[in-house]
């Protein structure tokens, strides 16, 4: 996948497309770690992965709603958002 891509939500489904073809994955939220706002996705493709992006609106004047998804190329920066978002899920699982 490139650095950046577009995308339009459709309900809570995005798609996602890789070199190797389409990946349909569901939106499971969008966290904050820092000053940036990142997404986890579910891909529908009987696996346990959750893949992470960082998330950004884009302004458009249409009505829908489009964003970018931007790889963490950063391993250090990509380590602390896994724990961000494993934060996340273990206070969901205690609520």
């Known amino acids: 996948m490139t650095d950046k891509e577009k995308y339009t939500e459709e309900a809570d489904i995005i798609t996602l497309e890789f070199d190797e073809g389409e990946v349909e994955c569901e939106i499971m939220g969008i966290f904050e770690h820092g ?8 891909p529908h493709d009987d696996t346990d992965d959750v893949y992470l992006y960082e998330y950004k609106e ?6 829908e ?3 970018e998804l931007i790889d963490i190329e950063d391993d250090g920066l990509f380590e602390e958002v896994v724990k961000t978002f494993e934060e996340i899920m273990a206070e969901n699982e205690e609520n």
């Not at 000053?35 to 579910?42: F, N, T």
């Open 65 to 67: 709603v489009e964003f």
């Open 58 to 63: 884009v302004d458009t004047d249409d009505e």
């Open 35 to 42: 000053d940036k706002e990142y997404i986890a996705l579910i």
